[in-house]
C-alpha cells in the first residue's frame, strides 16, 4: 500500500502537470476577457496580473495553488493580450475593478463556493475595488502585492493581506509610506508583511524571497 506521503506527493505532481483550460468570459459593461484556469475542485482563487506583465506571469504561482486544491483562474485585463473593453487604452482610469468581478463571477458560476483575489500592483487596487463593489459574499479574501486598497479603503471589510518589500519605490519615492497611509483606513480583519529588499509586487517571485511570499499566500487564502 503506497503511504498518504506518497499518495498526497503523486496528486501535487498531477495538479502540477495538468494541462490548463482557456476560457473567455463577458463583463457587466461589454468587455471580453481572457483567462488560463488550473486546477480543480471548489475553492477559487482570482489572480489579478500587475501593469508589467500578463495572465501566464502566473503560471507557477497558480500551478503551486493548484497543487493545494485550489481552482485557479488567471486573467488578462482589458488591454492585454485578446482581452478588451471600454476605456482600455488607459489602465489607470479603466474600470478594471470589472475584470475582476467578471472573474470571480466566473468561478462562482462555474462550481467555487469561496473565490479569493490575489492581485498585483495596479491588479491588486483592482482587486480592492472590485472586492468594495461585489455583491456580499461573492469575494472571500484578498492579497495585495504592494498595492493602494482601492479607492475607498475603508469600505474594503473582506479579510485582506498586504505584502510588499520595505525598499520598493517609484519616481515617487518609497511606496510603503504611502500605502501604509490608506492601509490605516482598511478595517480589520486585515495583515500587512513587510519584506526586505525592494522588488515590487510579482517581481518578489524572481528574489530570495519567493518561497515565504508563497507560504504566506497560502496560509491566508487556508484561513491562517
Known amino acids: 500500500m503506497p503511504t498518504l506521503r506518497i499518495l498526497l506527493a503523486a496528486t501535487a505532481c498531477a495538479c502540477l502537470t495538468a494541462p490548463q483550460d482557456h476560457v473567455s468570459f463577458p ?13 480543480a475542485g471548489d475553492r477559487g482563487v482570482v489572480l489579478a496580473h500587475g501593469g508589467q506583465f500578463r495572465k501566464e506571469s502566473w503560471e507557477k504561482q497558480a500551478r503551486i495553488l493548484a497543487a493545494h486544491g485550489f481552482r485557479v483562474l488567471a486573467f488578462d485585463f482589458r488591454g492585454f493580450g485578446q482581452s478588451r473593453g471600454p476605456g482600455q487604452a488607459d489602465l489607470f482610469t479603466a474600470p478594471m475593478h470589472l475584470d475582476v468581478l467578471a472573474a470571480v463571477r466566473y468561478l462562482r458560476q462555474s462550481g467555487a463556493k469561496t473565490v479569493s483575489v490575489v492581485g498585483a500592483s495596479f491588479g491588486g487596487s483592482a482587486a480592492a475595488d472590485a472586492a468594495i463593489q461585489a455583491k456580499p459574499g461573492e469575494i472571500d479574501r484578498v492579497v495585495l502585492l504592494a498595492a493602494w486598497p482601492g479607492k475607498q479603503p475603508e469600505k ?3 479579510p485582506k493581506l498586504l505584502i510588499i518589500a ?5 519616481d515617487d519615492g518609497p511606496r510603503l509610506p504611502r500605502i501604509r497611509t490608506d492601509w ?3 478595517p480589520e480583519p486585515k495583515e500587512l508583511i513587510v519584506l526586505e529588499g525592494s522588488a515590487h509586487a510579482q517581481f518578489l517571485f524572481q528574489t530570495d524571497q519567493a518561497d515565504r511570499v508563497m507560504r504566506e499566500i ?3 487564502l487556508s484561513g491562517g
Open 27 to 39: 463583463t457587466q459593461d461589454g468587455g471580453l476577457i481572457y483567462a488560463d484556469v488550473y486546477g
Open 156 to 158: 474594503l471589510k473582506v
Open 166 to 170: 520595505r525598499d520598493d519605490a517609484n
Open 184 to 186: 490605516e483606513k482598511v
Open 218 to 220: 497560502l496560509r491566508f
